[in-house]
């Protein structure tokens, strides 16, 4: 039994913690978990009761324990794979970040494109398949391996990607920033617009926490030598129904996924794939400019910015650039020039989305917008509740699937590629 005096004191340090933490919670302060680098050890690991035995790991596996965080109820900043429970039949995943939310992987349909014909569309169509048991995500049945690459899918993990320990970190000035893993000690995230400039003898975590250089292989194996160059809004998980949440990409964006997918960015390649890293030619960006809609080239380049297919900042590592970019207020919505870059996630997402292949919007249907809305199985429109053009989903899971976006294009809208070839 512990002693009168020893019981005191324990009442006296939990009821001061308690008192700090409302203490921080009212002032409005708060402190994430990774702050642009390495976490507590014990946030991840457990080194006397742990499900995994080869990493000590809170998760049975790298991914659960991230999605012990991540995988959480509830729309939240850092939340990016909707809980099933939170997505039952008709419903859609709740998180609209950049990435996309990996609950579409577990969102499959069935429809009749045409009389007489069913197309089934797994949910593992619809992005990366991480492998995460405790969460109920598998390997790809299908890619067995990355298409256009090597890589073993059942080995594809959060930290294939992200390095879960956060050692890539940005140093130098904004506008003239090295990398390394080491060097000086990280003090903040480098991930946003607002994120602080590194004094000398500091460093900001790489964009969110994303490999490069130096960044020991994860799961999968394998090792990056390009560095992810962007900024993201502070306030990125959000509708988009007002006003768009725009990442400002920079450098290095396509070659840091051709780290897995090699044969998807190759002239060599005899998969024919669309050119990426390269400049947009004067008639791509007089199109992107003018393009509103199917049929609609009445649009100005100084409003033009789309964050359904958004570009590439010209070629540069320039932080003040790119963090003056990374806004969700609609001010920064001008188009691109022609030394910005086509990129791939100019047409996919990085984690899923609500359509095949990862795409941010439907490549699969004639028209992505019916009679003047998104097309749903609950549509009031009884054009646009036809098979054919809902898939399988309501209103809502369309919508979400478009980040809320507001149907703002052409009544009877076609694929966004026309954005950049206008051939509709």
Not at 203 to 219: C, D, E, K
Not at 290 to 311: E, Q, R
């Amino acid at each position: 039994m512990p002693r009168p005096g020893i019981t005191r004191i324990k009442t006296v340090l939990f009821t001061v913690a308690i008192a700090k933490i409302f203490m921080l919670l009212s002032s409005g302060e708060s402190f994430a978990f990774h702050s642009g680098g390495v976490a507590e050890c014990m946030g991840c690991h457990n080194i006397h009761d742990a499900k995994s035995a080869s990493a000590l790991l809170a998760g049975t596996d790298i991914s659960s324990t991230c999605l012990d965080c991540h995988g959480e109820s509830g729309a939240g900043g850092y939340h990016i794979a909707t809980p099933d429970a939170d997505m039952p039949a008709g419903t859609p995943p709740g998180n609209m970040t950049p990435g996309g939310d990996f609950g579409w992987l577990k969102k499959a349909y069935t429809y009749s494109p045409r009389t007489g014909t069913t197309t089934v569309e797994p949910g593992e169509r619809h992005g990366h398949n991480i492998v995460a048991v405790d969460f109920g995500y598998t390997a790809d049945s299908t890619n067995t391996t990355a298409p256009g690459g090597d890589m073993d899918a059942t080995k594809l993990a959060c930290n294939s990607c992200h390095d879960n320990h956060g050692k890539l970190r940005r140093m130098g000035s904004d506008a003239a920033p090295t990398f390394g893993v080491t060097g000086a000690p990280i003090i903040a995230s480098g991930s946003y617009g607002n994120s602080p400039a590194p004094a000398a003898g500091q460093a900001v975590g790489a964009y969110r926490l994303l490999r490069g250089p130096g960044s020991t292989a994860g799961s999968g194996g394998k090792t990056f030598t390009a560095v992810f160059n962007a900024a993201v809004p502070a306030t990125y998980n959000r509708s988009e129904a007002t006003t768009p949440t725009r990442v400002a990409y920079g450098y290095g964006i396509s070659e840091w996924c051709a780290t897995c997918h090699p044969d998807m960015h190759t002239a060599t390649s005899s998969k024919m794939t669309h050119p990426v890293n390269q400049g947009l030619s004067s008639a791509e960006v007089d199109n992107y400019s003018k393009y509103k809609g199917s049929g609609i080239m009445t649009g100005s380049a100084a409003t033009s910015y789309d964050s359904l297919v958004p570009f590439q900042t010209d070629n540069t590592r320039n932080y003040t650039t790119l963090k003056s970019l990374a806004v969700n207020d609609g001010s920064k919505a001008t188009g691109p020039a022609t030394s910005d870059r086509v990129m791939c996630l100019s047409c996919h997402r990085a984690h899923a989305t609500g359509w095949p292949h990862m795409t941010r919007w439907n490549n699969d249907g004639e028209l992505i917008a019916v009679d003047g809305v998104w097309p749903g199985t609950d549509s009031p429109s009884s054009i646009a509740s036809q098979a054919k053009y809902a898939q399988g989903r309501t209103v809502t899971e369309t919508t979400v699937a478009y980040n809320g976006a507001t149907m703002h294009y052409a009544s009877y809208q076609r694929s966004l590629c026309n954005k950049c070839h206008a051939k509709d």
